[in-house]
């Protein structure tokens, strides 16, 4: 025997009684009215069985409203409320020890209500996640805001040397973005594209960039860092790794021009020459001023050394050394330097 088509909007009860407030319709089924399976007191019917069976299947209650239902016992059925806007399932707020939704086996789990608006879930006791309509914030280390995305991380909680990930372009797959590695390092698992880089104001003597070289590369192994415009080498600095944790034979390699404040030295890459005071050379050796004779000056370390000219003949045969003393220059032949 069933209960049928009952609009409630609250329970309670004491000691297993059954408390039935504001009775709206008195069709309720076989043997209802058989003392003492309840009595009227006031406005209040009162049961006083409440393993006593209500209706039949053939005589069925057929509808019982009330304004409030209270029960202390345990319900080991399923409770099923269907209820519409005008008349919610309405529970208290609850606290963050204490959630207003949780379960007899894990009281201290579950949803409550922060303020207005404004849901928590706790675990444990602890809030985790604080919904609210502008923000959501993830168990105070990251708050995300409702209306852009945008994801505010406080402090740092990505374990050493563990990626933090995002999903590709596809979503198929991940991508490692930062890690902090064991050397408390920020390591960029992937291309870092990025804008200009500045460094804080008063600097003073940085290290823009290094790449440490250990034992284990073979000696005369290239160690070399390339700077490139849409994937063309531009410049590459580099040195041989010397297979004991240093390096040697340091240099800088430019692939294509250079330029040293424009015209002061110009290198044309096309045509193999080199400018001094034009970027476009004639020669080889171009030497081009525009305010004063253009003067070569070759130095020498001090008296009984001079500077010279040696030039290869030209048949080929050799070479001709040129040497200047007190404005008598002498030329003698002299065996071709080694190229």
């Known amino acids: 025997m069933k209960l049928k088509n009952i609009l409630i909007s609250g329970i309670f009860g004491v000691f297993g009684l059954l408390f039935i407030v504001g009775i709206a319709s008195a069709d309720m089924g076989s043997g209802i009215n058989t003392s003492p399976l309840m009595r009227l007191d006031g406005t209040d019917v009162l049961m006083l069985n409440s393993s ?3 209706g039949s299947e053939a005589i069925p209650i057929h509808e019982l409203v009330v304004s409030t239902i209270k029960a202390s016992s345990t319900i080991t059925d399923t409770l099923t409320v269907t209820a519409t806007t005008t008349s919610p399932l309405l529970l208290d707020d ?3 020890s204490a959630p207003a939704y949780s379960w007899m086996s894990d009281p201290n789990s579950g949803l409550y209500r922060i303020g207005s608006d404004n849901i928590g879930m706790t675990l444990g006791g602890s809030l985790i996640y604080d919904f609210g309509t502008t ?8 708050t995300i805001t409702a ?9 740092s909680y990505v374990s050493n040397d563990t990626w933090m990930r995002g999903n590709n372009n596809a979503g198929t797959d991940y991508v490692n ?3 902090i590695n064991t050397s408390d390092e920020i390591d960029v698992g992937a291309t870092l594209n990025t804008g200009p880089i500045e460094f804080e104001a008063d600097a003073g003597a940085v290290t823009a960039m290094d790449m440490p070289v250990s034992a284990t590369p073979t000696a005369g192994d290239e160690m070399s860092i390339t700077f490139s415009i849409d994937s063309n080498s531009v410049l590459t600095v580099k040195a041989l790794a010397d ?7 340091e240099g800088i390699e430019v692939s294509g021009y250079l330029m040293v404040d424009t015209d002061l030295l110009y290198v044309d890459a096309t045509n193999d020459m080199i400018g001094i005071g034009t970027t476009t050379p004639a020669s080889l050796l171009h030497i081009h001023n525009d305010t004063a004779t253009s003067t070569l000056f070759i130095d020498s370390g001090g008296a009984g050394l001079g500077g010279e000219i040696i030039l290869e003949d030209i048949d080929g045969a050799g070479c001709t050394e040129i040497t200047a003393l007190d404005g008598t220059l002498t030329a003698q032949t002299v065996t071709c330097p080694t190229n």
Request: a negative charge; hydrophobic letters at 35%.
């Open 52 to 54: 006593w069976d209500l």
């Open 94 to 96: 609850g606290t963050v």
């Open 135 to 142: 923000s959501f914030d993830i168990g105070g280390m990251a």
């Open 147 to 155: 209306s852009t995305g945008d994801i505010t991380i406080q402090g």
């Open 177 to 179: 973005m930062f890690k």
């Open 243 to 249: 297979s004991s944790g240093g390096v040697n034979s």
